[in-house]
């Protein structure tokens, strides 16, 4: 009996180990956006990432036109860091106007680091685009 509670310790031990990093390279995001930019530098929100490649998974979608708002504008989420003033890159994507949109992508050289932030930009079209997801390397 204590050979199978010490052999379930381990695993679950190694588990967690195993978790921590993928956890600490993990970062969720989310916006609301009437204006033509949302700058996380300005909001405060920071986040971790290691060196090499980070990934965007997230959506968006149209919560509210103003009358005679235009087509929708494409979605531009670059990731800048703080420290450095670099840029990573750019991922665009357009919501659709009948609901939300899934989009991924991804930004590399990154040098590792923790003011790692979201500078997500549209065109002025009229409407509000809310949206959320998760960045992760």
Not at 21 to 40: E, Q, R
Not at 94 to 100: F, K, Q, R, V
Request: net charge positive; charged share 15%.
């Amino acid at each position: 009996m204590k050979t199978k509670i010490f052999s379930f310790g381990i695993v679950a031990l190694l588990s967690f180990v195993m978790a921590v990093p993928t956890l600490a390279a993990s970062n969720s995001y989310g916006f609301s956006m009437s204006a033509s930019v949302v700058d996380g530098s300005k909001n405060g929100e920071y986040h971790t990432l290691n060196k090499g490649t980070a990934k965007i998974d997230g959506s968006h979608y149209i919560s509210s036109s103003r009358p005679g708002a235009l087509t929708p504008s494409k979605v531009t989420y670059q990731l800048w860091n703080k420290t450095s003033g670099n840029s990573f890159g750019k991922v665009t994507a357009t919501p659709d106007a009948s609901g939300s949109k899934n989009f991924s992508g991804s930004y590399s050289g990154l040098g590792g680091g923790s003011k790692y932030y979201l500078l997500i930009m549209k065109g002025d079209d009229g409407r509000t685009v809310k949206g959320s997801g998760k960045i992760s390397n």
